[in-house]
């Protein structure tokens, strides 16, 4: 973790998981209509930020992952910065770092989440007391998932993004979780473009129980053919012991297991490095409301 001086603020950009996908009908705007439980682990990327009186906005990347992306006026970052800045009529500027810790187009919503922790990191910095659901809207135009992103609790997702529902699913709150990324980056839009388009129904997210035996990500077949490594991963995760159940999340290629206590989740782990050193393994827990 960078070290910070007094004027510095910090903000997690948590790890998005879906636990489940439905891809629903396409709406009239082109979107598909989705049904999706969020979480969100306890870890992810960080930013940290000063304000500075120029009115300018700079953005420093690091962290395993910094490389990967651009500090450029394309970065999410800067996005959601620029737009917030507008929207406020903000003179002043700020210098941001964010330090990129989960993998980039990996279905975990690490641009999404980034963007949502810079729009609260800025909130702060900047004095400007806009409510949790005026930041979701600002959100909604850098990105389906940065609404869901900005209070980042288990929550219903629906539409395209902009129906969002606190969800209190007993059990989830700390459960422990593995997420396990192949050195993989998919294509959103691509995975959308190999989907088979059948509407195979509603979701269930009531109860643990009912996302386990009933809930899926319809997305899940598209990515495999894109990527058949995921297929590896999701079977090495379903053998391990104490697994609840694995599944991919988002788009992929990333996917997840929830395990009925940590030292089988530490067990997992240990076993998955051993044997496949390259990929990303992150061990977390689910955050509560």
């Known amino acids: 973790m960078p070290l910070l001086d007094a004027d510095m603020l910090v903000e997690t950009a948590y790890a998005k998981v879906n636990l489940a996908l439905h891809v629903r009908e396409r709406r009239a705007d082109g979107y598909h209509a989705l049904e999706s439980l969020f979480v969100f682990a306890r870890d992810g990327d960080l930013l940290t930020g000063e304000a500075r009186e120029d009115g300018s906005i700079s953005l420093m990347l690091d962290g395993r992952f910094g490389a990967a992306l651009e500090a450029g006026e394309g970065n999410l970052v800067m996005k959601a910065a620029r737009l917030l800045q507008e929207r406020l009529g903000e003179k002043r500027g700020a210098a941001i770092r964010?330090?990129?810790?989960?993998?980039?187009?990996?279905?975990?919503?690490?641009?999404?989440?980034?963007?949502?922790?810079?729009?609260?990191?800025?909130?702060?910095?900047?004095?400007?007391?806009?409510?949790?659901?005026?930041?979701?809207?600002?959100?909604?135009?850098?990105?389906?998932?940065?609404?869901?992103?900005?209070?980042?609790?288990?929550?219903?997702?629906?539409?395209?993004?902009?129906?969002?529902?606190?969800?209190?699913?007993?059990?989830?709150?700390?459960?422990?979780?593995?997420?396990?990324?192949?050195?993989?980056?998919?294509?959103?839009?691509?995975?959308?473009?190999?989907?088979?388009?059948?509407?195979?129904?509603?979701?269930?997210?009531?109860?643990?129980?009912?996302?386990?035996?009933?809930?899926?990500?319809?997305?899940?077949?598209?990515?495999?053919?894109?990527?058949?490594?995921?297929?590896?991963?999701?079977?090495?995760?379903?053998?391990?012991?104490?697994?609840?159940?694995?599944?991919?999340?988002?788009?992929?290629?990333?996917?997840f297991a929830l395990f009925d206590g940590v030292a089988s989740r530490g067990a997992a782990a240990m076993a998955l490095c051993a044997l496949r050193p390259d990929w990303w393994i992150m061990e977390t827990e689910i955050g509560g409301a």
């Open 98 to 255: 964010l330090t990129k810790s989960l993998p980039v187009a990996s279905g975990i919503g690490g641009g999404s989440a980034d963007a949502a922790a810079a729009l609260r990191l800025l909130n702060r910095l900047w004095d400007a007391q806009l409510s949790t659901p005026e930041l979701e809207r600002l959100g909604l135009a850098l990105g389906s998932d940065v609404p869901a992103c900005v209070s980042s609790v288990p929550q219903m997702v629906r539409g395209r993004g902009e129906l969002l529902e606190q969800r209190d699913v007993q059990g989830l709150a700390g459960m422990p979780m593995l997420l396990v990324n192949p050195g993989v980056a998919l294509s959103t839009a691509q995975v959308f473009q190999g989907w088979d388009q059948q509407d195979r129904g509603p979701l269930d997210a009531h109860g643990l129980e009912d996302i386990i035996a009933k809930g899926r990500n319809d997305l899940e077949p598209a990515a495999i053919e894109a990527a058949p490594i995921i297929a590896e991963v999701l079977a090495l995760l379903r053998e391990q012991t104490g697994v609840r159940f694995a599944r991919m999340s988002g788009s992929g290629a990333t996917c």
